[in-house]
Nanobody, 126 residues
Framework: QVQLVESGGGLVQPGGSLRLSCSAS????????MAWFRQAPGKEREFVAG????????FYADSAKGRFTISRDNAKNTLYLQMNSLKPEDTAVYYC???????????????????WGQGTQVTVSS
């Protein structure tokens, strides 16, 4: 079983930045791909960014390209999402997700992720 705990959310003005973190339990963090998803009020959960097991490959939703950066530190069992140039439409609950061991590459479908954090709220507003 893997437990994921997100942190770093909050209220930020348009154009500002936030860095989300996701701390994972267990000893096999480096044996699985990870991703960030988000869910805005009244909308379905959507893929934001994914990263392969060693961090060598990343993929972004069109809405995140050029503004967000996903990264991971396997020595610290931690996943990150650096978000710059934030817009009001980025307002959502952001979730960290992990695939099962042995699934080394990301997917943009939430059904492919076995473990989820509780989410952290990001609000972009002036």
């Amino acid at each position: 079983q893997v437990q994921l705990v997100e942190s770093g959310g909050g209220l930020v003005q348009p154009g500002g930045s936030l860095r989300l973190s996701c701390s994972a339990s267990g000893r096999t963090f480096d044996k699985k791909a990870m991703a960030w998803f988000r869910q805005a009020p009244g909308k379905e959960r959507e893929f934001v960014a994914g990263i392969s097991w060693r961090g060598g490959s990343t993929f972004y939703a069109d809405s995140a390209k050029g503004r967000f950066t996903i990264s991971r530190d396997n020595a610290k069992n931690t996943l990150y999402l650096q978000m710059n140039s934030l817009k009001p439409e980025d307002t959502a609950v952001y979730y960290c997700a992990a695939r099962r061991d042995g699934y080394y590459y990301y997917s943009d479908s939430d059904v492919d992720y076995a473990y989820w954090g509780q989410g952290t709220q990001v609000t972009v507003s002036s």
